[in-house]
């Protein structure tokens, strides 16, 4: 199933470039902060990805990278989490999503759930693997494989309805 949709590719001298990442961010503020009204709801439902998918998928590159870096590192100077101690590999993993997602925008030209599905594979899979190499711990590594799935599905489906969603803007 594919729905075509205006991409765009904003570059960095660009004012909507930092429009759109102010936005993304705000939402990657806004959406964890729900989560973690539900126990164990960040790790569960991943949430500092979402908007950072979108972003990458909907505006480019740049947008995508503004949203992977600043997200990370507002929520966790704002308030503490995600904890300093897993910042470098949760930071490494939305950076990959946002260069996936854009990738597979560019490929794929419109929305499509193999598109998105590639994405997320890409960042939870080469993420996971870089995470082992620094922490040293399989299971630590694995952890959004064992609790997280329903966050890569709201990923998946919400990214793909959300992006349906802004075909006319």
């Known amino acids: 199933m594919a729905t075509t949709v205006k991409l765009h590719t904003l570059n960095l001298s660009n004012a909507k470039t930092y429009l759109f990442a102010t936005i993304f961010v705000i939402g990657n503020l806004l959406l964890p902060q729900l ?8 790790l ?18 740049h947008v995508g990278l503004l949203t992977a870096v600043l997200s990370p ?22 950076v990959i ?13 419109k929305v499509s759930f193999i598109g998105i599905l590639l994405a997320i594979l890409a960042y939870q899979l080469i993420g996971t ?36 969603a802004l075909t006319k803007i």
């Open 35 to 42: 989560a973690h009204l539900i126990p164990n709801g960040g």
């Open 44 to 61: 569960i439902l991943l949430p500092i990805y979402f908007f950072t998918l979108i972003a990458a998928y909907k505006y480019g590159i």
């Open 73 to 94: 590192l507002a929520n966790s100077l704002l308030f503490g989490m995600p904890a300093m101690a897993v910042l470098p590999a949760i930071m490494i993993k939305s």
């Open 97 to 109: 999503l946002a260069v996936a997602a854009a990738m597979a925008a560019k490929h794929f030209g």
């Open 129 to 164: 693997a870089i995470e082992w190499g620094m922490v040293q711990n399989f299971t630590a590594a694995v952890q959004d494989f064992r609790i997280g799935l329903p966050g890569m599905l709201i990923q998946l489906v919400g990214g793909y309805f959300v992006l349906k």
